[in-house]
């Protein structure tokens, strides 16, 4: 096998075009945003060329470096990553190609399964939890999948239109404004602080990726009494789309706007050819999950798994209790000898 890292942008972009089970975030173009916004953040892909001849890609993230040990993510944000191929490959070789990221240097690696993968090309080995992600299978008859979903969600889909919701693909840097004030209202009404979340500067970046490649990345946005409040950002790959990012304003769920822009993404969708619509996990919030389920989605458990370096652990515990030492230099005293026990 020869191992190729860095990977060759043309060939990756070859395997992921391949690719049946390749989504969004396995292609260079994810790696390439995350690299955009997050300047302390490096492509450490690795590509292969088997012995059959199939080529076969690992994308990778380095997202924290301390001297020579690195912490890699496969891939930005923990969306969907492993290894992608233009053929098939075996538990042997992706054992293999999984091993560069298990070096001595390597701190820790993480990575979420990809639903659509075959299970060969998943190494379960550090597995330490799943997630559930919704997926609605897609065909040309979008109103045969429409009838599929239950009944709460067709009434409040109908209910949407009537209260006059509207989507639209987003067309300029205000639509993206527009959706940013959507989402922090509800990042309030979540209760979080002003801090939590994605900045403006990260959908200023995604809109400038929008304005260059509107077939992979889109901004639908939902309109009521013309006014934008609220939208889903997609990713789109091959047979695959991803609804990534979405929220409406609290006044746009009361008239069930976000149902109408799901089901509106998903008549899209169809339309285009497209085999999967993925709603995305849930963070295991059981209302969320009901919600999707409604649409008639499938449940696709993944895997999500974490490797930590056994040699590197020791000291890793060393360097976190020295680094607690010096930022908290009080605590790092010698505690005081117990006083004896004196009989009265």
């Not at 002003?194 to 901004?219: C, K, M």
């Amino acid at each position: 096998m020869q191992i190729i890292q860095p990977a060759d942008q043309q060939l990756w972009w070859e395997v992921a075009r391949a690719c049946p089970y390749a989504t969004f975030f396995h292609t260079p173009r994810w790696t390439e945003l995350a690299c955009r916004v997050n300047s302390t953040v490096r492509d450490r892909t690795v590509a292969a060329i088997l012995p059959s001849g199939v080529r076969a890609v690992l994308p990778l993230l380095e997202i924290r470096r301390r001297g020579p040990f690195a912490a890699l993510m496969s891939t930005f944000e923990g969306c969907y990553g492993g290894i992608i191929a233009d053929g098939p490959v075996s538990k042997r070789d992706v054992a293999h190609i999984y091993r560069q990221a298990y070096r001595w240097n390597i701190s820790n690696f993480s990575y979420l399964a990809n639903p659509l993968a075959p299970p060969e090309t998943i190494d379960t080995t550090y597995r330490f939890g799943d997630e559930i992600t919704h997926i609605l299978h897609l065909h040309s008859d979008f109103e045969a999948i429409f009838s599929r979903f239950a009944k709460s969600a067709r009434t409040n889909y109908r209910r949407g239109l009537r209260e006059g919701a509207r989507i639209r693909r987003a067309t300029s840097l205000d639509d993206y404004q527009a959706y940013y004030r959507a989402y922090r209202d509800a990042v309030q009404r979540w209760g979080e602080d002003e801090n939590y979340g994605y900045s403006w500067d990260f959908f200023t970046h995604v809109f400038a990726f929008e304005q260059r490649y509107p077939a992979e990345i889109a901004l639908w946005v939902v309109e009521l009494d013309g006014a934008v409040v609220g939208g889903t950002l997609a990713f789109y790959w091959n047979q695959h789309v991803t609804a990534w990012h979405g929220t409406v304003t609290r006044e746009a769920l009361k008239r069930r706007a976000m149902v109408v822009l799901d089901v509106e993404i998903a008549r899209d969708a169809a339309a285009r050819g497209f085999r999967y619509y993925d709603l995305n996990t849930s963070a295991g919030i059981e209302g969320v999950m009901q919600y999707k389920r409604n649409f008639a989605t499938i449940d696709y458990p993944i895997a999500r798994c974490r490797y930590r370096s056994p040699l590197l652990a020791p000291v890793i515990q060393l360097t976190h209790r020295l680094r607690h030492a010096s930022n908290h230099p009080e605590r790092a005293t010698t505690p005081p000898r117990p006083m004896l026990a004196i009989d009265s």
